[in-house]
């Protein structure tokens, strides 16, 4: 299947530091790639969906200020979680659409972030 | 808007059972239906999908049928094995002026006891 890569894999940060997340499609162009958060009891929520060279449409209630993306490439997205407090602590799942298939989404392994 | 609903968990199950998962689904449309797998501290992996009414998906000894007339997306399995505990969620992908949006259900955990 196709993969998607996420580093790092586990971050543990001080309160009030900025921390980027990667996303990669290894072996095919992601043209939409989707960020999620995911919480203890298992519910994903979508944060926001970006596109390849365009600003990303964020979901309500997510802050953009705080939540940075950058798509600029085919085969990569950032997520830049800025200003972190604990309260941001989480697991972090980016997913990738793209010419491999238009309609299956493939997942990274997810980002754990730990902030103290 | 779209949305996705499963079975709460955890279902637990001894080794060897029949396991049914639900799913339903609202949708304008027609969607693709996918179910992910995600073991522990790992990302979500495609398990299987169908993308037209009657398409049976399977995978790994699971199945799941397209239906339209009761818009579920019901996964099954006929002998669950102590490695398939894991966290299920069915999903479905509709067209939206040329993009694909995903809409997630919650997430059913099962738990496999040998």
């Known amino acids: 299947g196709a993969v998607v890569s996420q580093h790092p894999s586990w971050v543990i940060c001080k309160s009030g530091t900025s921390v980027k997340i990667e996303c990669r499609s290894l072996d095919f162009q992601a043209t939409t790639m989707f960020w999620y958060r995911q919480f203890p009891k298992q519910s994903l929520m979508l944060m926001a969906t970006?596109?390849?060279?365009?600003?990303?449409?964020?979901e309500q209630g997510v802050e953009k200020d705080k939540f940075l993306i950058n798509h600029a490439s085919l085969t990569l997205s950032t997520l830049t979680v800025t200003s972190a407090h604990p309260e941001d602590s989480s697991f972090y799942i980016c997913?990738?659409?793209?010419?491999?298939?238009?309609?299956?989404?493939?997942f990274g392994p997810g980002t754990r972030l730990l902030v103290l | 808007g779209d949305s996705v609903t499963q079975m709460e968990g955890p279902v637990t199950l001894s080794e060897e059972a029949f396991l049914t998962i639900n799913c339903t689904y609202t949708a304008t449309g027609y969607p693709s239906l996918f179910w992910y797998v995600q073991y522990p501290g790992e990302g979500l992996q495609l398990l299987l999908k169908a993308t037209k009414a009657d398409d049976k998906g399977s995978n790994k000894g699971f199945e799941a049928t397209y239906r339209k007339e009761t818009t579920s997306f019901h996964l099954e399995k006929g002998s669950v094995q102590v490695s398939d505990s894991a966290v299920y969620f069915c999903a479905l992908t509709a067209s939206s002026g040329g993009s694909y949006i995903p809409t997630f259900g919650r997430g059913t955990s099962l738990i496999v006891h040998p």
């Open positions: 997913s990738a659409l793209g010419t491999r298939d238009q309609e299956t989404q493939y």
């Open positions: 970006s596109n390849e060279g365009s600003k990303a449409t964020y």
